[in-house]
């Protein structure tokens, strides 16, 4: 395999178009095979686009009459791959170009390996996580017009695994003729995060509300609007919590506002989300429009980067359901095929609001590499060249996924990482992914470890002794076992003795306010989760309704014909506290 690179320059072009929205509206030919003796074909820009092989008659998406160039016309460089001397075997004459060179084309390159697809990657760094793995590098910027318009003329299909790209080029390009998935359309929509909430709000998805601002008055009207906190956002080149600001009064407005570069880099504000979890689907989408969601995730970051995945949600299942939906509308919404990630706030009172969509592979799935039947890179794949998509759903009962973050600076961070890694790997079920990069910083992802297991108590156990030498992570990774729960905060003076004693041992536990007579649909759920959740014991206080005139120390339910059973504790009286 040949690992060459090619460097181009050229001008950068950036036609986006912002504007004004007001929140509360809310026959295929197919060319004979060459003879042994006739060089491989790759398609000339200034004709139509390579028939794609692995698409279907039946796809819905159009395509141009395949014209092909020989390869005396076509244009070269001398570091570009050859593909004359390579046989041909299943699907390896598919060549998927992929805009950016990081941890998710260097995972994308991992899984088209095993499924006989070839990935070029442009990326500007020479020795980026993708180039060693990649079937070809070229080096150039991904932004820059000229380089993209090179680089889409060797790919059969043009995808990203950054959505930070020249979209005006890539626009260009689809009018050429040249296959681009997702589509050109869709990156415009969700590299500036404003639109993105413009375009869903006209879809009725469920948002927090937003304005657009374009001075300090502006800032002020929407802190008087929304009340404080109140969040300002960059509208562009965005991410891992780089371009978001919070001002807790209208003091604190203009220091916002400079840290994200000022008015003239483009703002938005969004009126404060009270969210309790911060939730994820990952979403695929094939080329015949058919739609696939993998199961809800729990994000929790730190320092504004995604930390740590548990998989499934710790959540009922009526807010997986309700997810589920709100990112299956998202991406219906949009156009082209692949793999989005939809996060998503869930609030206390159970509001499931959108935050954010990523038209690529994600943080949030990297889990899926080990716990589902197909990977998201796979998936990714498979959407963008045709294939049918994969099963989505776990393999697995659970799974929890955590980033190797940059401890330090430069060869101290590398030896922070190494000792986790070490430990990692003695750990049953924990799978380590290190992506290579050549530098490390503080908080830079420079791989991560996902751990499998039968239930999420264990798998988090797991990497409880993974991270019991680094403290403070320990604590936060870890899920209860014991679940404390009582009809009402009045039971509380005497359920918090078994709180007391279970700190005592050090057994990780939950209290909720879970009443049977009030909100029974909530206790079935509470109790028919506990065991994918990790919760090995519930401890249940019953309040007043036990002393009820058909109130029973164990009942049958209906639903799933399990005995429910109701713990009690003695009291020195008889006032319904037990």
């Known amino acids: 395999m040949l690992n060459q690179s090619l460097t181009i320059n050229g001008a950068a072009t950036n036609t986006d178009s912002i504007f004004s929205f007001n929140p509360c509206l809310a026959p295929r030919i197919t060319p004979p095979p060459p003879p042994p003796t006739t ?65 998710l084309g260097r995972m994308l390159c991992q899984a088209a390996s095993q499924m006989a697809i070839k990935v070029m990657v442009l990326d500007p760094l020479e020795n980026c996580p993708a180039s060693a793995l990649s079937y070809h590098h070229m080096v150039g910027s991904f932004d820059d017009s000229a380089t993209v318009r090179e680089f889409a003329k060797r790919c059969d299909v043009l995808t990203v695994e950054i959505e930070h790209v020249d979209v005006a080029t890539m626009e260009m390009l689809e009018q050429q003729g040249v296959d681009c998935q997702p589509k050109a359309s869709t990156i415009r929509i969700i590299q500036d ?47 891992d919590g780089r371009g978001n600001a919070v001002a807790h009064n209208e003091e604190e407005l203009s220091l916002a506002v400079a840290a994200l570069g000022g008015f003239d880099r483009g703002l938005y504000v969004e009126k404060w989300a009270p969210f309790v979890k911060e939730l994820a689907v990952i979403v695929a989408r094939g080329r015949d429009n058919s739609i696939l969601c993998y199961p809800v995730v729990e994000t929790i970051h730190k320092e504004n980067i995604c930390h740590i995945v548990r998989a499934p949600a710790n959540v009922s299942w009526d ?111 924990a799978t380590v992914h290190w992506y290579d990069k050549p530098e490390m910083r503080k908080q830079r992802k420079m791989g991560h470890v996902t751990i499998v297991g039968p239930s999420m108590g264990d798998v988090e156990e797991r990497l409880k002794s993974i991270l019991k030498e680094e403290g403070s992570d320990c604590k936060a990774a870890v899920t209860p076992r014991v679940g404390i729960i009582m009809g009402s905060d009045s039971d509380l003076p005497v359920m918090k003795d078994a709180a007391r004693i279970l700190n005592m041992f050090g057994v990780p536990y939950e209290v909720k306010i879970v009443s049977a007579h009030r909100t029974p649909e909530m206790m079935f759920s509470y109790a028919s989760s506990a065991l994918e959740r990790g919760i090995q014991i519930i401890v249940a206080g019953a309040g007043g309704a036990a002393h009820l005139p058909d109130a029973k120390g164990c009942s049958s339910c209906d639903s799933c014909n399990k005995q429910c059973y109701q713990c009690r504790f003695a009291c020195s009286k008889d006032d319904g506290d037990s």
Do not use: W
């Not at 509300?209 to 929407?222: S, T, V």
């Not at 009172?349 to 990297?366: C, F, K, M, T, Y």
């Not at 197909?374 to 759903?393: D, I, K, M």
């Open 319 to 429: 807010i997986r359901k309700h997810a589920t939906d709100v990112a299956y509308k998202a991406v219906s919404s949009l156009e082209g095929a692949g793999v989005f990630a939809v996060e998503l706030f869930l609030t206390g009172d159970g509001q499931i609001l959108l935050n954010e969509v990523a038209p690529r592979p994600h943080n949030s799935g990297h889990h899926t590499i080990e716990s589902c039947y197909t990977s998201q890179f796979e998936q990714h794949l498979r959407a963008v060249v045709g294939l049918p998509l994969g099963e989505p759903s776990m393999k697995t009962p659970a799974a929890v996924m955590y980033n190797i973050l940059g401890e330090d600076e430069g060869e101290p961070g590398f030896i922070l990482a190494h000792q986790l890694i070490r430990r990692a790997l003695s750990i049953p079920g």
């Open 39 to 103: 060089p491989s074909f790759f398609f000339s820009m200034n004709q139509s686009t390579k028939q794609n092989p692995l698409l279907s008659s039946s796809s819905s998406l159009k395509h141009t009459t395949p014209v092909f160039a020989s390869q005396a016309s076509r244009v070269t460089h001398e570091t570009s791959p050859s593909k004359d001397d390579e046989p041909v075997h299943g699907l390896s004459e598919v060549i998927v170009g992929v805009l950016g060179g990081g941890q």
């Open 193 to 239: 995060k404003y639109l993105q909430k413009v375009h869903f709000s006209r879809h009725a998805i469920p948002l927090p509300e937003f304005m657009q601002i374009g001075d300090l008055e502006g800032a002020k009207r929407a802190g008087e609007l929304f009340g404080y906190p109140l969040m300002i956002k960059s509208k562009r080149l965005a991410y």
